[in-house]
């Protein structure tokens, strides 16, 4: 049986530790060392039309990598594309919706498929566009987030707001809508007063169950970069 391990500091790995006859799923790309006995093996997951789906729709990769312990019990490591912290979510008794680039590994009994929702939410929501990715199954999913990750917790009769740049995995049994940290009335005023004053796009949860958010913003940190650079400084100055 296939055990998790999150291992390091600042910028951790997880250890996938494999007897003989185990699989794991994992990101393309993302493996950094393994145990001679084990394998790796690129191939599509769930079939041709859902992995397809997963890549048009979604914007993952399309071949999946598998390592396989197929010779002798050993370990691999493995390591997500940005930097900061790795969480070992538990499948089964609780399924997850994942945010875009969340996904980092996952025992060989969890599936991974892709999920319509509302326009308003896929236009604005930036929680995957049209379609974010949902588990099934029953093992564990490893998932990486920009920064270090906080597990927080929705109670039944209060609601918890998220800042979707700061998203990672939310319970699927939790209701969700968007809204616009903003004071202006109507939807044109709040969208308009969130581009000047950086306020963001929210996610607001209701129901009862578990959302992890990252301490950093993938986009306001590539948009902190390029404001960076000298052309742009100066593009500024002019």
């Not at 996938?16 to 006859?21: P, R, V």
């Not at 729709?57 to 900061?84: C, S």
């Not at 616009?180 to 969208?191: D, T, V």
Request: one cysteine or more; a negative charge.
């Amino acid at each position: 049986m296939v055990h998790f391990e999150v291992t390091g500091g600042v910028d951790p790995l997880l250890t996938a530790h494999m007897q003989k006859g185990d699989k794991v799923l994992a990101e393309a790309n993302a493996m950094v060392a393994m145990q001679d006995g084990l394998s790796l093996k690129g191939r599509s997951r769930g079939g041709l039309f859902k992995s397809l789906a997963r890549k048009i729709l979604n914007d993952e990769t399309f071949f999946q990598l598998f390592i396989e312990a197929d010779e002798a019990d050993g370990d691999v490591l493995l390591a997500p594309k940005i930097p900061g912290d790795i969480m070992i979510l538990d499948i089964g008794e609780r399924q997850y919706m994942l945010s875009d680039g969340a996904f980092l590994a996952s025992t060989d009994t969890v599936s991974l498929e892709v999920k319509s929702q509302g326009i308003g939410r896929a236009l604005l929501g930036d929680s995957g566009g049209f379609f974010v990715m949902s588990t099934s199954g029953a093992g564990q999913v490893a998932v990486s987030g920009f920064g270090s990750i906080q597990e927080l917790e929705v109670k039944l009769g209060h609601k918890l707001l998220v800042d979707n740049g700061h998203l990672v995995a939310w319970d699927a049994s939790l209701d969700y809508e968007l809204t616009i940290n903003s004071s202006r009335s109507g939807l044109l005023g709040k969208l308009v007063n969130s581009q000047l004053t950086g306020e963001g796009i929210l996610l607001k949860f209701k129901g009862e169950g578990k959302v992890y958010v990252c301490s950093r913003n993938k986009g306001g940190f590539i948009d902190w970069i390029f404001g960076e650079r000298p052309t742009d400084k100066a593009a500024k100055n002019e």
